[in-house]
């Protein structure tokens, strides 16, 4: 199996194994086409410019190459990526002193927004989009990182527990802490 069109009919699961076995480039690129789009969507997520989302894709890859060993197959290829992509890009912003805190912001509810707003999913989702993005800005990485896992890839919180290598009941517990979190500096925001 050897010509363009074999190889493309490989599984991402197949290919991690013969690419960790030969060090093959010519492999790795065919894994990095397949996802390269939804890397550089992830990393534009936690990037303050395309440029810099582009340069934290192409770190990923670097790194990913490298570390493709550790990929045990318990789970999907693609819902490992993710969740390193978002470990890398949580990292690369916590050093990068890009970290806000949250304490820092005062101000009222504007008069359309009054209703009372708690942790649940449907408080999350009823919040304006401008505004969340702006509150998702503010939140520690990690809990925006498992808020875009939860909310934005749609992980299940079966996927996020093993992603994350948590036990559900934790994966639950961040999640609430993470939307309470959001909500929060939501209200705060002008």
């Not at 699961?13 to 690419?19: F, P």
């Amino acid at each position: 199996m050897n010509s363009k069109k074999d190889i493309a009919l490989l599984s991402d699961n197949e290919l991690v194994e013969r690419i960790v076995k030969t060090n093959n480039t010519n492999l790795f690129s065919v894994l990095y086409d397949r996802h390269v789009n939804s890397v550089y969507n992830k990393c534009y997520g936690f990037a303050s410019s395309k440029e810099e989302a582009q340069d934290l894709t192409h770190d990923v890859f670097i790194k990913l190459f490298v570390k493709l060993r550790t990929f045990k197959g318990t789970s999907k290829f693609s819902t490992w990526l993710y969740s390193f992509t978002y470990n890398f890009c949580v990292n690369y912003v916590t050093r990068n002193n890009y970290k806000k805190n949250e304490k820092n912001f005062e101000g009222e509810i504007p008069d359309d927004e009054t209703e009372e707003l708690d942790s649940s999913e449907s408080a999350l989702f009823g919040l304006k989009t401008e505004k969340l993005s702006k509150a998702m800005e503010l939140i520690d990485p990690s809990d925006k990182m498992i808020l875009l896992m939860k909310y934005q890839d749609d992980f299940s919180v079966k996927e996020l527990s093993t992603a994350l290598e948590i036990g559900e009941s934790a994966v639950k517990m961040r999640l609430k802490r993470a939307r309470e979190k959001v909500i929060s500096v939501y209200k705060n925001l002008k």
